[in-house]
């Protein structure tokens, strides 16, 4: 296989992850109003109650709906990795994943490619966020919009990663969404997208350990300093190494002598 011919292949993935995008606006909707209506009824009750330091306790006190803004950012990604790898199982039971899965192409760059066009997307519609929250005045210094792509980049593909080591275990479309149940809302309340890691280790030792356990406190943390022209060198360390373990066991779940074809096999479908 020719550079050229893999270029094209991931050409392709992302031009259909893109048009997929593109025709189910719905989609990109939803996407939006979820951290949208979390921002501005959920924040809303804490705007003059509750001041938060963006780094350290005691540090600069902001309102509270600019300090979940970030944590937002994360949700909406990490809702978006949990989309793609819905799309995943559709299309393994619909069979154009088999299709893909039987071209010459490695499987590992096969499941790549699809995880950054995923990520592609998830970008998108970050930066469509924080534009909508800038505009209401909840915002971070403009530098810090560049600064956070690697931010956005590197949390969007452990998202992503993990989307799709739950999609390769999972048989059947309809136990995806008992199973995404599981791990969005666990997720997303046990990080510190809504209160800061410093209030949460003065409540309790235990709980703080849990929090610091959840690979997205991680990939908030990264994505909050970045906003504000820092960087946070130990989430983007564990960020690196989680996306790493979860795209490892992807590709070992997706093997066709140890993953879903034999699985799916052994059952009888």
Known sequence: MTPIQYFRCLA?????????????????????????????????????????????????????????????????????????????????????????MVSPFPRWYLLTSKLLAGVAVSILQAYVFLAIAYAFEIEAPLSGYIAVLPALILSGL?????????????????????????VIFPMFFASSALYPLWRVKEAGIGIYYLYQANPLTHAVELIRYALYDKVNW???????????????AAIYGYDPGRGIVQRKAGGGE
């Open 12 to 100: 392709g993935i992302v031009r259909r992850e893109a048009l997929r995008f593109i025709h189910q606006r719905e989609r990109f909707i939803s996407a939006l109003v979820r951290p949208l209506v979390w921002l501005f009824l959920f924040a809303a009750g804490f705007r003059f109650v509750l001041g938060v330091s963006i780094i350290e306790p005691y540090d600069t006190y902001i309102p509270y709906e600019v300090y979940i803004a970030p944590g937002l950012v994360a949700m909406i990604q990490l809702f978006n990795g949990m989309q793609s790898s819905l799309s995943m199982v559709y299309d393994r039971e619909m069979g154009s994943m088999r299709t893909l």
């Open 158 to 182: 452990m998202v992503g990663a993990l989307g799709l080591l739950l999609s390769s275990w999972i048989k059947q479309l309809e136990n995806f969404a008992g199973v995404m149940n599981f």
């Open 234 to 248: 130990e989430a983007g360390a564990v960020v690196i190494g989680a996306t790493i373990v979860f795209m490892i």
